[in-house]
Nanobody, 126 residues
Framework: VQLQASGGGLVQAGGSLRLSCVAS?????????MAWFRQAPGKEREFVAA????????YYTDSVKGRFISSRDTAKNMLYLQMNRLEPEDTAVYYC???????????????????WGQGTLVTVSS
């Protein structure tokens, strides 16, 4: 599975951006749990959101709940992250990730994902 994220850019606080991640490869996309992580300058990578493969339930880290929405289009092999009411603290490189066998309790751990995109930079100015 190859992943490619896009859609980052510079936005003012309070604005919105939509990130996209396209998955390719000889696989069944719907069988994979898809996730977003981010890494701010000088900080560790952190979990943002995930859509679990079974049932498609979505999970978010507390700091983005109510502001970010993650969705997927299995027919197009696409993963999206709609980011609203952006804050300067959201500034980071955002990565999409995928895994076929990850369990629910491990969604927040980047080390459990086998496949990663290259990242897209989101900068939120105050």
């Amino acid at each position: 599975v190859q992943l490619q994220a896009s859609g980052g850019g510079l936005v003012q606080a309070g604005g919105s951006l939509r990130l996209s991640c396209v998955a390719s490869g000889r696989t069944t996309f719907r069988d994979y749990t898809m996730a977003w992580f981010r890494q701010a300058p000088g900080k560790e990578r952190e979990f943002v959101a995930a859509i679990f493969r079974s049932g498609g339930n979505t999970y978010y880290t507390d700091s983005v709940k109510g502001r970010f929405i993650s969705s997927r289009d299995t027919a197009k092999n696409m993963l999206y992250l709609q980011m609203n009411r952006l804050e300067p603290e959201d500034t980071a490189v955002y990565y999409c990730a995928a895994d076929r066998s990850i369990i629910l309790s491990s969604l927040r751990y980047g080390s459990q994902y086998d496949y990663w995109g290259q990242g897209t930079l989101v900068t939120v100015s105050s």
